[in-house]
Each structure stands twice: as C-alpha cells, then as structure tokens.
C-alpha cells in the first residue's frame, strides 16, 4: 500500500544544533516527497519537493531533504535550529501525477532556547 | 507562491445548523481543490476532490449528503456540513492545484476554517 511514515512524534533540538526530522515512504512507482509546516491553528506551508535529479534537495527557511531511494527515506534536515522553527511538520508523497498526496502522521518540532 | 484564503476562519454553530466554508486561489485558477479534515494533534485526511464545474469526488467513508462540495468557479470551492453534530467540530483546510506545473504540480493550501459545533 502506498504509505509514507514519521516515526517520530516529537523531535526536541537545542537552538543552534542541527536537526533531522525523519521520512520514509513506501515503494511504489517513482514518488514525489514533500514537506510541509503548519504553524498552530493554520494551514500548510510549502518547504520543499523532491521529483527528479539531485538528491539534495533545498528549500525555504534553510531546511533541506535529502532522497534516498536505497533506504526509502526522505530526512528534513537544518544545519542551525531557530526558535521559531518549532512547528508541526509533515511529510507527503505523491505516486503519479493524477492521485491524491498522502500525509504521514506529523512531527512536532521544538526548539528550545 | 499561491495564495488560497479560507472565510470563515472560524465559525461556532448550534447542532442541527448548516455552515459554509469558502475557499478561494487568490491569484491563480484552480482546476481541482481539496478538502481536508484534521482531528487535534493528527495528520490530515482528505475529505473530497473537487473539480470545477462536475461532481466532487469522496474518499471512502466520507458522507457526500452531510458535506456537500460545490467548485462554480475556478477561484471558488465551497463546503457546506449540513445538520452540524458535535462530533463534526473539526479543523477544516482546503487546498488548490495550481494548473501549468505539470506532473509536479503543487497544492497550496489555504490557512484553515476551526469549526465548533455546540
């Protein structure tokens, strides 16, 4: 079934250290990875999107996914964590360019001072 | 990026009530828009796949009489929960699809209607 994961519920990072929030997907055709935020009590923000190419993928805010189709896997990633990153974020993927985007369960991200 | 607006933000209405949510892509049209429902501290569901001018498509579970769809416009996708229930007290978001971005197109989506059924 086609399914992306985020094994964590909560992700706790000092301000400054780097932070991972982790993704896995199911394997099924060629998917496209998203990551998104969402700030209390509004909607999604767009971070960034991996389709094709580089496996690195940037985008807003200084965050960064990277591809790995060996382990499935699509990490969000930042070198220096703010404060005002603390969110919940979810991972999304799409298998073809007609079906529906799938949300995993979300990570709250919190960014201790 | 696109912007997508939701009215209201948020609404609180008596049990057995109707209640409209708009959502509407403020600088691009939108072919297809989503529904979405989002219970506290859980993911989002989808709800319904609107198409302007024809029907909206359900995902399985969802009661297309209770949650009616109507997508008149390019610009405008409306949902209606009729004879509101407690239980119906949801975060209601919507997204659209922005047209010309190919296979990879993105969905944007709008900043979410609180609905508090009393």
């Known amino acids: 079934a086609q399914s992306v994961a985020q094994p964590e519920d909560q992700v706790n990072v000092a301000e400054g250290n780097p932070l991972t929030v982790k993704c896995t997907y199911s394997?099924?055709?060629?998917?496209?990875l998203f990551w998104y935020v969402q700030y209390p009590n509004r909607g999604l923000q767009f971070l960034l999107k991996?389709?094709?190419?580089?496996?690195l993928v940037k985008g807003s805010y200084g965050f960064e996914a990277e591809f790995n189709k060996s382990q499935t896997s699509f990490h969000l990633k930042k070198p220096s964590a703010l404060v005002s990153d603390s969110a919940l974020y979810f991972c999304?993927?799409?298998?073809?360019?007609?079906?529906?985007?799938?949300f995993g369960s979300g990570t709250r991200l919190s960014i201790r001072p | 990026g696109a912007v997508v607006s939701q009215h209201p933000s948020w609404v609180i209405c008596k049990s057995g009530t109707s209640v409209k949510i708009e959502c509407r892509s403020l600088?691009?049209?939108?072919?297809?828009m989503f529904w979405y429902r989002q219970f506290p501290k859980q993911s989002l569901m989808l709800m319904a796949t609107?198409?302007?001018?024809?029907?909206?498509?359900?995902e399985q579970g969802v009661e297309k009489d209770k949650f009616l769809i109507n997508h008149a416009s390019l610009t405008l996708s409306t949902l209606t929960v009729t004879s509101a229930h407690p239980e119906d007290s949801s975060f209601y978001i919507c997204?659209?699809?922005?047209?010309?971005?190919?296979?990879?197109?993105?969905?944007?989506f709008g900043p979410g209607t609180r609905l508090t059924v009393t």
């Open positions: 997204s659209a699809r922005k047209p010309g971005t190919g296979p990879t197109y993105e969905q944007y």
């Open positions: 600088d691009f049209q939108a072919t297809t």
């Open positions: 999304a993927v799409r298998y073809s360019s007609a079906s529906k985007i799938i």
């Open positions: 609107s198409n302007e001018g024809s029907k909206a498509t359900y």
């Open positions: 991996y389709i094709t190419g580089d496996n």
């Open positions: 394997v099924s055709g060629n998917p496209y």
